[in-house]
Nanobody, 121 residues
């Protein structure tokens, strides 16, 4: 009922920047929150950043001051600007959305397919 399409991953040198996008579509009545998680090889998936419908944001300590999450409500799209990238930021980044779907007005949490970010010289 909900589709999340991510884009923007790739290979970047340390200190470089990337911008990830995630567009949500489907039978969405409203979006409660969207966010980005990441999973590095051999590690558990972790929260990177999230944004609630009203605007409050939350960041992992490891990315504060370097990453910025934003959202375009009209497009149901969330963005993650990644600056000053480090090799330890290398991971698959997953979009997450918590929505109310129509016509049932049912709560649903969904994930994107993931986009790979590789930070290497």
């Amino acid at each position: 009922q909900v589709q999340l399409v991510e884009s923007g991953g790739g290979l970047v040198q340390p200190g470089g920047s990337l911008r990830l996008s995630c567009a949500a579509s489907g039978n969405i009545f409203s979006i409660n929150a969207m966010g980005w998680y990441r999973q590095a090889p051999g590690k558990e998936r972790e929260l990177v950043a999230s944004i609630i419908s009203g605007g409050p944001t939350n960041y992992a300590d490891s990315v504060k001051g370097r990453f910025t999450i934003s959202r375009d409500g009209r497009k149901n799209t969330v963005y993650l600007q990644l600056n000053s990238l480090k090799p330890e930021d290398t991971a698959v980044y997953f979009c997450n959305a918590r929505v109310i779907v129509a016509p049932e007005f049912r709560y649903l949490e969904d994930w994107g397919q993931g986009t790979l970010v590789t930070v290497s010289s």
